[in-house]
C-alpha cells in the first residue's frame, strides 16, 4: 500500500531533535534526511498529530501500570515496585540487516555452549595454551564441584543473551555475552503486548515479525528434557524482592509452569520434586533465575536461603536439567571478548561473524603495555564480577588517574580494557508528546539452543539511558525501554514467528505449589478481612449521630482492630501505623495477590491494583472517608466477582473460597457474640446497626418489619441461602473441602467435629421465630441464654481458626508425608 509521505509530521516532531555527529543515528541519515525505514513508520502517524502522541504515551503508560509491570530497585525512593518505562516508538530493523544479526548470535550461542563443555571437561582450550587459566580460575563462577558433569541432551547453554551496539559507522558490535541466567526476554514480550494495544496500525503496516513463538519454544524445549509421558518443568526464582521478579512471574505464566522459590522444591534420592497440593511432584526441568552459587547451599554457596540443598547431586545424576547449567556465569567477564575469535577457528573451524569491541585483558603483558600507553582512549573495568566499576581515564584527576595506573600494575589479570564506544542514538517520544528526543540505546538480544539447534528471538529488548547526557544504557540507572521491530522480508513473507506447542500437556491441578496455593487461600481471607472491616467502619462512622449507638460502634471496631485504643473512627482510615487496620490488611491483600499473579486474570490483577492506588491516593489527599469505603468496597465486590467467573475453578480456587469462608465465619461468629453480650442486644437501633455491618439489612427488610432479635439471629445463623449466614458458610466449606479431596485423590479433610458439633448447638439453640420470645425477654434467663448462645458462637470463631492452622499443616507445611505419593 502507498504510504503518505511524513515530510509535514516530521517537521514538527524533529524539532529539537539533535543528532550528534559521533554518533549513529537511528533516525537520520548522514545528510540529514529521515532513513527509509522511519519515513514508513512516521507515514503510519501521519494526519495524528501531537495529540496523539500524548494519547499515545497516556496509554503506554496506563497499560504497564494496570498490567503491574514494574522492575524493583534496591533502596529506590520510588519504592520497591518502580514501574517498568516504556517509550511507545520502537527500534526499526530491516530484514537484511536482521538475517545478519541472527546468524551471528547462533554461531556465538554454539561457540559459548562448546567452551562450557571444554571448560568443565578436557580443558584443550587451557591445555593448548589459547586461554590463560587466570580467566576461568579466577572467576568467582567457575564452579570445581561442576569439573565433569555432563548434563543431560548435552546442553548448557540454553538460553543466551548478548547486549549489541551499534557504533558510528553502522555496525554491531558486542558489548557483552549474558550466559548464567539472562534477563529482558519476558520484558520484551510484555513491551510487544502493550504497543501491540498503542500502535496497531503502525505494527499491522510495517509487518514486524512476531516474537511469542519463542516463549512457546522454551516451554518445548524444558518439557522435551522429560524422560516420561508427564513432564515437569518449572521456574526458580531468587523471590518477589529481585529486581526482574515481575517478568519471572510472567514468564512462568507464557510457558504455563509453576513459578517455585527454593522452598518449594526438594531433593530426595537423587530426583528434584516440587511440593503441591497432591503431594510431591517429580520436576524433570528448571529454567534457573538464581546466580550460580546461590542454587544448592549443600554443594555450593552454604548460607543460601534460596537455592535447593541438593540441586547439583540431582544434576550429575541426570535426574533433573537445569538451563542454564550451573557454572555458566563464568563467562560472564569481558576478558572473554578478546579471545573469542581464536576459540571459534579452535572449536568451531570458523570465524567469528559477530564482533565484539576492541578489548584487551591486562593479564598479558603486551595487552598491559598497549594499555597504559593509550590509557586515555579506553574504558578500564574489571575482569571478574565481583567487582563493579567503568572508568575513563581522561576523566579522572591527576591523583586518581596515578592510582588507576598503580593498581593495573599491582594486579593487571583483574582489569580489562575497552576501546570506548559511543552507543548510536534513536528518537524517543518527549514527555509532553511534543517532538522526539534523542537518547542512548543498546539492543539485548536472545538465542534458544536445544536438541535441534539455534533459534533466535525475532526482535528483542532495547534499553534506552535517561537523559540526552547519559552514554550508559541501565534500567538500574533509571534508563528506559523499547519494543524491537524486525521487518518481514516482502508482503509475501510469513509474519507469524510460532511453534506448534506439540507437548500436549494441559496444566494440571496437582502441578500447583502448595505455598503459591497458600497465598491463594490468604488472598481470600484478606480480601474478606478488608471487606468486613470496611463495613464496620463505613457502619460506625454513620452511627456518629448517634451517642449511644456510636460508642458501641467505635468499641467493636476497637475490638477488631479497625483502629487504635485511643483513634477516632474518622482519622482510622488514614492511621498508616495500625497493624490491624484496613490499609495494613490491603497492604497483606497486594502481598499475596503479587505471589499468585499468574493465576489471577487481568481483571483481577488490574482490581487489586486499583483499589491500591485510590486508597493510598485518597489517604495521601485526605478525601472523606466514607467515600473511601464506598470506593474500597465496590473494587472488593469486583475482585469477589472475578474470581468466580474469570479464575478455573480448581484445587487453589476451592482454598481460595475457603479462606474467604472461614474469615466470614469467625467475623459474623464473633460480631453476634459481642451484639449478644451487650446491654443493648434486644434494641432495635444495635440491630439494625448489626445487619448494616453483616451487609444484610436489605434481605432482613425483604422479610420483616422492625428489627427483632430472633429474627436477625434467623437469619445470619440458620439461612442456608445467604452468604453472610453462618449455615451458609459452614455448608460451603465442608462441601468445597470434600471437593478438594476427591479432586487431589487423597483422604478426605475432615473438618473439626467440635467446629461442626459447634454449629450444630448454635442452630439447636436459636429459637425458630414463633418461639424466639426467651431469648427476646429482659429477665435474667433471657440474658442467661444468650450470654450462652455468645459463648457458643466464641467457640465457634475458634473452631474455624483451628481448622484454619490444620488447612496450613495438611496441605501448606508439608509435615505430614504419610499420605504423599512420591512421583518418579
Not at 497483606?588 to 488490574?606: E, I, K, M, N, P
Not at 445487619?691 to 437469619?715: F, K, N, T
Request: aromatic share 6%; with cysteine.
Amino acid at each position: 500500500m502507498a504510504l503518505p509521505r511524513p515530510e509535514g509530521l516530521a517537521q514538527g516532531l524533529l524539532s529539537g531533535y539533535a543528532p550528534d555527529p559521533r554518533r549513529h543515528d537511528e533516525l537520520l541519515q548522514p545528510d540529514g534526511s529521515i532513513r527509509p525505514l522511519w519515513q514508513r513508520l512516521l507515514g503510519s502517524f501521519s494526519g495524528q498529530g501531537p495529540a496523539a502522541a500524548r494519547r499515545a504515551l497516556a496509554e503506554t503508560r496506563r497499560l504497564v501500570i494496570e498490567n503491574g509491570v514494574t522492575y524493583n530497585v534496591y533502596a529506590d525512593p520510588q519504592g520497591a515496585d518502580r514501574p517498568w518505562a516504556l517509550d511507545p516508538l520502537p527500534v526499526l530493523l530491516g530484514a537484511a540487516e536482521w538475517q545478519a544479526l541472527e546468524s551471528g548470535l547462533a554461531q556465538r550461542a554454539r561457540l559459548l555452549d562448546a567452551l562450557l563443555a571444554d571448560l568443565y571437561g578436557p580443558q584443550r582450550l587451557l591445555a593448548e595454551g589459547i586461554v590463560p587459566p587466570e580467566l576461568p580460575f579466577g572467576h568467582p563462577n567457575f564452579l570445581w564441584p561442576c569439573a565433569g558433569v555432563v548434563p543431560r541432551e548435552g546442553v548448557r547453554l540454553h538460553l543466551y543473551a548478548a547486549d549489541l551496539a551499534r557504533a558510528a559507522d553502522g555496525r554491531w558490535w558486542v558489548l557483552a555475552d549474558r550466559t548464567q541466567a539472562p534477563s529482558g526476554a519476558g520484558y520484551a514480550l510484555e513491551n510487544r503486548e502493550i504497543i501491540e494495544q498503542v500502535l496497531p496500525d503502525s505494527l499491522c503496516v510495517l509487518r514486524a515479525r512476531r516474537i511469542a513463538g519463542f516463549f512457546g519454544r522454551l516451554r518445548e524445549q524444558l518439557h522435551s528434557a522429560a524422560d516420561d509421558d508427564r513432564p515437569l518443568a518449572v521456574v526458580l526464582t531468587p523471590g518477589p524482592f529481585n529486581e526482574t521478579y515481575f517478568e519471572q512471574a510472567y514468564l512462568a505464566r507464557q510457558m504455563g509452569v509453576p513459578l517455585a522459590d527454593g522452598s518449594d522444591l526438594t531433593v530426595r534420592g537423587d530426583t528434584v520434586y516440587l511440593k503441591t497440593l497432591a503431594g510431591l511432584r517429580r520436576v524433570h526441568s528448571i529454567l534457573r533465575r538464581l546466580d550460580d552459587d546461590y542454587c544448592d547451599p549443600v554443594e555450593l554457596r552454604s548460607d543460601s536461603a534460596l537455592g535447593v540443598a541438593g540441586l547439583l547431586g540431582a544434576i550429575r545424576a541426570g535426574r533433573v536439567t537445569l538451563a542454564n547449567a550451573l557454572g555458566s556465569g563464568v563467562l560472564e567477564s569481558p576478558a572473554w571478548l578478546g579471545f573469542l575469535p581464536r576459540i571459534a577457528e579452535r572449536l568451531l573451524g570458523e570465524t567469528l561473524q559477530l564482533p565484539a569491541v576492541a578489548t584487551w585483558w591486562c593479564g598479558e603483558r603486551p595487552a598491559l603495555e598497549y594499555v597504559l600507553k593509550h590509557l586515555d582512549q579506553l574504558v578500564i573495568k574489571p575482569a571478574y564480577p565481583d567487582q563493579r566499576f567503568e572508568l575513563t581515564a581522561s576523566r579522572l584527576a591527576r591523583e586518581d588517574r596515578a592510582r588507576l595506573i598503580e593498581r593495573l600494575m599491582r594486579r593487571p589479570h583483574a582489569y580489562v580494557a575497552q576501546e570506548h564506544v559511543p552507543l548510536s542514538q534513536t528518537p524517543v517520544w518527549r514527555p509532553s508528546g511534543i517532538g522526539f528526543a534523542a537518547r542512548a540505546v543498546s539492543l539485548r538480544a536472545y538465542c534458544l539452543t536445544g536438541p535441534t539447534g539455534q533459534h533466535v528471538m525475532a526482535g528483542g529488548l532495547a534499553q534506552v539511558a535517561a537523559d540526552a547526557a547519559v552514554d550508559v544504557v541501565s534500567t538500574q540507572r533509571g534508563g528506559g525501554s523499547k519494543d524491537v521491530w524486525v521487518l518481514a522480508e516482502s508482503d509475501d513473507s510469513e509474519l507469524p514467528d510460532v511453534t506448534a506447542d506439540r507437548t500436549g500437556i494441559p496444566p494440571l491441578s496437582e502441578e500447583i505449589p502448595s505455598r503459591l496455593v497458600e497465598n491463594l487461600y490468604w488472598l481470600g481471607r484478606y480480601a474478606v478481612r478488608c471487606d468486613n472491616k470496611a463495613r464496620l467502619l463505613r457502619s460506625a462512622l454513620n452511627a456518629r449521630i448517634d451517642a449511644g449507638l456510636s460508642k458501641s460502634a467505635l468499641g467493636l471496631c476497637r475490638y477488631f482492630g479497625v483502629t487504635g485504643a485511643d483513634a477516632d473512627a474518622a482519622q482510622s482510615l488514614h492511621d498508616e501505623r495500625n497493624p490491624y487496620g484496613v490499609l495494613a490488611d490491603l497492604r497483606h491483600l497486594a502481598w499475596c495477590a503479587s505471589q499468585v499473579r499468574g493465576r489471577l486474570s487481568t481483571s483481577s490483577w488490574r482490581a487489586v491494583a486499583d483499589m491500591q492506588r485510590h486508597l493510598n491516593e485518597g489517604v495521601s489527599s485526605r478525601r472523606e472517608p466514607r467515600a473511601l469505603l464506598d470506593q474500597l468496597l465496590l473494587s472488593l465486590a469486583a475482585l469477589a466477582g472475578f474470581a468466580l467467573d474469570d479464575m478455573t475453578q480448581d484445587a487453589g480456587w476451592r482454598l481460595l473460597q475457603v479462606g474467604r469462608r472461614l474469615e466470614r465465619l469467625h467475623f459474623v461468629a464473633e460480631l453476634l457474640a459481642k451484639h449478644l453480650s451487650s446491654p443493648a442486644a434486644l434494641d432495635p437501633g444495635h440491630l439494625e446497626w448489626l445487619l448494616e455491618a453483616c451487609d444484610s439489612i436489605r434481605v432482613y427488610r425483604s422479610r420483616h418489619a422492625a428489627p427483632r432479635l430472633g429474627p436477625v439471629l434467623d437469619l445470619l445463623v440458620r439461612d442456608a441461602e445467604l452468604p453472610r449466614a453462618l449455615t451458609f458458610l459452614w455448608t460451603r466449606i465442608a462441601d468445597d473441602l470434600a471437593a478438594l479431596s476427591r479432586a487431589l485423590g487423597v483422604r478426605e479433610i475432615a473438618c473439626d467435629p467440635r467446629m461442626g458439633a459447634g454449629l450444630g448447638g448454635i442452630t439447636e439453640q436459636v429459637p425458630e421465630l414463633s418461639s424466639s420470645a426467651l431469648l427476646e425477654l429482659q429477665q435474667e434467663v433471657a440474658a442467661e441464654a444468650r450470654q450462652e448462645l455468645a459463648a457458643r458462637l466464641r467457640k465457634l470463631a475458634a473452631s474455624a481458626g483451628q481448622l484454619s492452622d490444620h488447612l496450613s499443616l495438611r496441605y501448606f507445611s508439608h509435615v505430614s508425608l504419610d499420605w504423599q505419593a512420591l512421583a518418579t
